[in-house]
């Protein structure tokens, strides 16, 4: 999926949070929001989602505004991690699984649904844990959970606030595979992160964003250096 941010503005209680955003997704590509928190990141991804829905300017994808109801069918194929993981406490981890399954394939028989829920559970590395309560699981493990959520829809748009926030190395590791794989598969990422390593390792570009504005975008090489370089323009453009 294309997504084309145009001259947007929103303002929260009488305060401009962004001003005038411009930014360009192409299909398959991976974008990250960089800065401190307060920036506008979250703000940002929320207008894209439809959290907010008051705001100047445009957001498009597929050149369809999100506003319209044109929008409604290429929404089915857009998926979202927030960091506050969005799973339901009460439920199992097949329950939570399912619900979110049920979402996005009504028509599915009950073995096809079974399949692909078993499927995605070896997949996140949960297998034998789908019968615990999430409440029950670590920040790590409700990731993933998270993480397999969006797999049920094969996502071709993936957005994520902060989903390295309080991962071990294992997590992270897991994470970044998962996100390169969907990369491969041709899905667009826009995700914001203050990991800085693991950006780099998945992204094709960088936009620092400070008090609501874009202040500099720069390309990833994705290859490791003596140090890094996202760390250097991080100090550069925000510090």
Known sequence: MN?????????????RILNRIDLE?????????????????????????????RYSGEILINWIDVRSSECDALREKIAFVLDTTGLFAPLTAWEN???YDRMYNPKSSVNERRARIERIFEEISLKG??????????KGMKQRLAIGRTLVIKPELI????????LDVEGKNFLTEQLLKLKKEGCT??????????????????????QGEIRNEAPLSNHETEKSELEMMYAKVLM
């Open 97 to 99: 699984m399912e619900f």
């Open 189 to 210: 990422i826009l995700l914001s992160s203050h990991d800085l390593t693991e950006i780099e390792k998945v992204c094709d570009k960088a936009v620092f964003m400070k």
């Open 159 to 166: 957005l994520l606030d902060e989903p390295y926030l309080g």
């Open 3 to 15: 997504l084309s941010i145009k001259d947007l503005s929103k303002e929260s209680d009488n305060v």
């Open 25 to 53: 997704l192409k299909s398959g590509e991976a974008v990250a929001l960089v800065g401190a928190n307060g920036a506008g990141k979250t703000s940002l991804l929320n207008c894209i989602l439809g959290i907010y829905s």
């Open 129 to 138: 844990k789908e019968n615990m309560v999430i409440t029950k699981f670590s």
